[in-house]
């Protein structure tokens, strides 16, 4: 089970829109989760992320590893996003099928 202590939910669409625009490190373990969204971009970010993609049920439906600036990625099965620092996908044994929970911090 892979674990992301840190993962933020957007709150608003300003929050949406900007995503992870201006952040210059994602640390390990954080992620910051688009909801709703089916599509991200990377145009004026200054590094590569992981982009998953989840449906409905909270179901890995796509991943998009180390998307690099001046890119998109997309999927029409997914209706939240979860944006990670490159690599965190593959060191968190993340893969298509898998279910993600969420539980609120104490």
Same mark, same amino acid.
């Given at each position: ?5 840190? !993962? &933020?939910?957007?709150?608003?669409? /300003? ?27 990377? /145009? /004026? ?6 982009? +998953?993609?989840?449906? &409905?049920?909270?179901?890995? +439906? ?7 600036? &001046? ?17 965190? !996908?593959? &060191? ?15």
């Amino acid at each position: 089970m892979a674990i992301l202590p840190q !993962v &933020r939910k957007t709150q608003s669409l /300003f929050e949406r829109i900007k995503g992870l625009l201006g952040c210059k490190k994602i640390s390990e373990g954080e992620g910051l989760l688009i909801d709703p969204c089916n599509s991200v971009h990377t /145009f /004026f970010m200054k590094m590569d992320i992981d982009v +998953v993609f989840l449906n &409905r049920e909270n179901i890995i +439906v796509k991943i998009k590893s180390n998307l690099k600036p &001046r890119r998109m990625a997309m999927s029409w099965k997914a209706v939240t996003v979860l944006e990670l620092g490159a690599g965190q !996908v593959a &060191r968190s044994g993340l893969k298509l099928g898998d279910f993600l929970g969420w539980e609120k911090a104490a």
